[in-house]
């Protein structure tokens, strides 16, 4: 395969995967503004939380000069100053599938395409809460449509693994992001952890990343941080988990390897990646700080994904 078909396909996957994460931080924190004065509702930081999420606060500050609803709806959803929103994901994605046209399914094709031809229609409206939460709900939808159609009418070549590949990286760097901000800046500093905010906080990070009734599934008890959290690192059997990603990775860059008889650099870190989360238990994670843990990862990620386009992309 030609490195170029190879980096389109796998930054095609990636995009689609942002444009879900980005709407699904925002589903949350239009739940948790939602949230009445009795809850503390009012006094949580759930757009700041939103920006933070995604990474995304430096940019904003160039274009805006104040954090809520509005401002950040518009800059995470629509802004074409921002390479990350929603409607950024959806063209970039449309224009690296456009590029290998031929490489991609017609199901897939449609998919991306036929976001691409919709999200126009949204152009210069001003939303209501419910339109725009059906937006949302759209968004999430055009990446269960794609990410389905690859996964059911792709051919398992080298195609179909670098679209896996671009998937796993995006969101095991989505899901440790989504952790992180809840437990680093989510809480107000006058709310107490195991409060009723907190709890429908994490509550709401469960729903958002659809691991709710996964969660009751494993554990079987109330909503707990740690629970959470070792579910969202360590169960294998959850999809959005890091370990889980992070064996997705390693699958398919064995699977590359093996088929070009030659491995490399993103081999090497994906093994020491998949290390790092053997070595670790929640107890001493969260003994030791998980934003630290978590900061750690993400870096680990990002090197990952260099690796990655260095050894097999333009």
Not at 86 to 108: V, Y
Not at 166 to 190: C, H
Request: net charge negative; charged share 25%; aromatic share 12%.
């Amino acid at each position: 395969m030609l490195s170029r078909t190879a980096d389109n396909l796998y930054w095609l996957s990636r995009y689609a995967e942002r444009a879900d994460f980005v709407a699904r931080i925002l589903d949350a924190a239009h739940r948790l503004a939602a949230l009445p004065s009795s809850y503390g509702g009012r006094a949580s930081n759930e757009w700041a939380s939103a920006l933070e999420s995604t990474g995304d606060t430096d940019e904003f500050k160039k274009h805006y000069d104040a954090v809520n609803e509005h401002t950040v709806c518009d800059f995470l959803a629509f802004s074409r100053h921002n390479p990350s929103s929603i409607r950024s994901c959806i063209e970039t994605a449309r224009e690296n599938a456009r590029s290998i046209r031929t490489a991609l399914t017609t199901e897939m094709w449609d998919a991306i395409n036929g976001a691409w031809l919709e999200l126009r229609s949204y152009e210069g409206r001003e939303l209501s809460r419910d339109e725009f939460s059906q937006f949302l709900d759209w968004v999430k939808q055009v990446s269960l449509a794609f990410d389905g159609s690859a996964y059911r009418t792709m051919l398992r070549n080298d195609g179909y693994w670098f679209t896996r590949l671009g998937m796993a990286i995006e969101r095991a760097d989505n899901t440790a992001r989504i952790l992180d901000v809840k437990y680093q800046i989510l809480l107000p500093a006058s709310e107490k952890v195991g409060g009723s905010l907190d709890y429908f906080q994490w509550t709401t990070i469960l729903r958002e990343v659809s691991a709710f009734n996964a969660y009751h599934w494993v554990y079987r008890e109330s909503i707990k941080p740690v629970l959470v959290a070792d579910l969202l690192i360590f169960n294998r059997q959850m999809p959005r988990s890091l370990t889980n990603c992070v064996g997705i990775l390693m699958e398919h860059l064995d699977l590359i390897a093996d088929s070009y008889g030659r491995r490399g650099e993103s081999q090497r870190l994906a093994s020491n990646l998949r290390s790092y989360l053997h070595n670790a238990d929640i107890d001493r994670i969260f003994a030791s700080g998980l934003h630290e843990f978590i900061e750690a990862f993400i870096g680990e990620n990002n090197k990952l994904g260099a690796a990655i386009s260095d050894q097999y992309l333009v």
